[in-house]
């Protein structure tokens, strides 16, 4: 699911990225972000060709993850039944107390939106290297808006401070991350883009719960119709809440008896707190830090159970300026997002708060270092890899093989890179002269053909 939500995320625009995850979490499995990207279909490009766009904005082309409700006749007989689908969700609609009026006034002259089809299959070639994700987030520009926000909306952040607990530099920072602080303005219809989704293509399934939850939505009246807009996979709001997130979370912080995270700010950020609380925030505890690791590292600790910071401590990890970690009981797991040429952390509970708000990596790490940011502190010391080159989709599928076939993994490739790749690829580069990071460059893949 994570590298499901991962491959999503660097697919599609920055902006939709966050969105994704936040619903996913909160609800069952399907991410939100994984509604965008598939999990292991990383593996095939589409035809590079420029096909004609029909008037719906659609490609006319079938989809890259292979899926068969994605083939161009598929989605076209998806379309041809699009009115009686929608109709069939009238049923539930009903039991969840939408009248027969708002059900009519929503989808009588409602159209799928094809476009979507591209962007849900949309795979990149290469997957994009974490710290140019987490660069394009963290930058001066956004450091300074967040900054002006906290001033700006100092009030309503000591409230929700107040009544949540969870600290406003990541509750702004995940505002910054998902809309730049509102200001990418969502311009497509949630209930057409869940409908589109929820009727064609390969995640019928989760999405006929948001259209339905998103008719919910309407028939309380708490946001206007004309501003009931999101991102692609039906996102809305500042913090781009999944419609099934706004109905678990969404709070009225500004009293004014509607729900609305669109227009109120205050009601937006009491909600992303709320979400926060409820995925397991510990009120004043970092989410984690910088860290440097002693000269004979065992890497295979990184992969293996969390422990305490003192027990970190006590096999030398050490913070970042070589300081000794804080006596701390929490449980931490170490982090080589960049394996061990670039920056290593300590995970606390809270980065695994953020993991649980948007289960993927870039996500996490973006948020907490633009927190740190926003709460006056510096940039990470250790540099990124920049020279290290990643793999592209049909190089994951060949690493994988070869690992195969030397029986260090088990399973046939997917292109999708789990832990069991991870810990395969360790076991690869200790028992061919390599540090055991696990993290799979193109430099592993040499070795591994040689
Ligand atoms: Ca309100």
């Not at 956004?142 to 001033?151: S, T, V």
Request: aromatic letters at 10%; charged letters at 20%.
């Amino acid at each position: 699911m994570r590298s499901a939500m991962l491959l999503l995320r660097t697919a599609a625009a920055v902006v939709c990225l966050a969105a994704l995850s936040a619903q996913l979490s909160a609800k069952d499995k399907p991410a939100p972000a994984a509604a965008n990207k598939s999990s292991g279909d990383a593996s095939v490009n589409r035809p590079a060709s420029a096909a004609p766009v029909d008037a719906s904005g659609w490609s006319g082309q079938s989809g890259s993850s292979g899926d068969p409700t994605m083939t161009a006749d598929a989605i076209k007989l998806a379309t041809a039944n699009f009115k009686k689908c929608i109709e069939n969700e009238w049923p539930e609609a009903q039991r969840r107390g939408v009248t027969r009026a708002t059900f009519d006034a929503y989808t009588a002259k409602l159209t799928p939106d094809l476009q979507i089809m591209d962007l849900l299959d949309d795979q990149p070639e290469f997957a994009k290297p974490i710290w140019e994700y987490v660069d394009s987030i963290v930058t001066d520009e956004r450091i300074a808006q967040g900054k002006a926000a906290l001033d700006q909306y100092r009030e309503t952040f000591d409230a929700v401070e107040k009544a949540t607990g969870v600290d406003r530099s990541v509750i702004a920072a995940i505002w910054g991350v998902e809309t730049n602080y509102g200001k990418a303005r969502d311009t497509r219809p949630v209930i057409r883009s869940t409908a589109t989704l929820a009727c064609i293509g390969r995640r019928q399934g989760y999405f006929r719960e948001e259209f339905v939850t998103a008719l919910e939505i309407l028939q309380q009246g708490d946001i206007a119709p004309e501003r009931f807009n999101g991102n692609w996979v039906g996102a809305f709001g500042g913090t781009q809440f999944m419609p099934t997130t706004y109905k678990r979370f969404a709070v009225d912080f500004d009293n004014d008896g509607k729900r609305n995270i669109v227009d109120s700010v205050a009601d937006m950020l009491g909600s992303t707190a709320k979400a926060l609380k409820a995925f397991g925030w510990s009120t004043g505890q970092a989410w984690g830090y910088e860290i440097a690791l002693p000269q004979n590292f065992n890497y295979f600790l990184a992969s293996g159970p969390a422990r305490t910071v003192g027990r970190w401590g006590g096999i030398g990890v050490t913070l970042v300026d070589g300081k000794p970690l804080p006596q701390d009981k929490s449980i931490a797991a170490v982090l080589l997002p960049a394996g061990a040429e670039g920056p290593a952390f300590l995970a606390l509970g809270n980065y695994q708060v953020l993991l649980n708000y948007n289960p993927a990596e870039p996500y996490a790490l973006a948020v907490a270092a633009l927190s740190d940011r926003l709460r006056g502190g510096g940039p990470f010391v250790h540099t990124w890899p920049h020279d290290a080159r990643m793999l592209t989709a049909a190089e994951r599928f060949e690493l994988q093989d070869l690992l195969l076939r030397r029986g260090l993994l088990f399973r046939a490739p997917s292109g999708r890179f789990d832990q069991a790749t991870r810990y395969a690829v360790q076991k690869f580069q200790s028992s061919n002269g390599m540090t055991p990071d696990g993290f799979a460059t193109a430099t592993v893949l040499e070795r591994l053909r040689m």
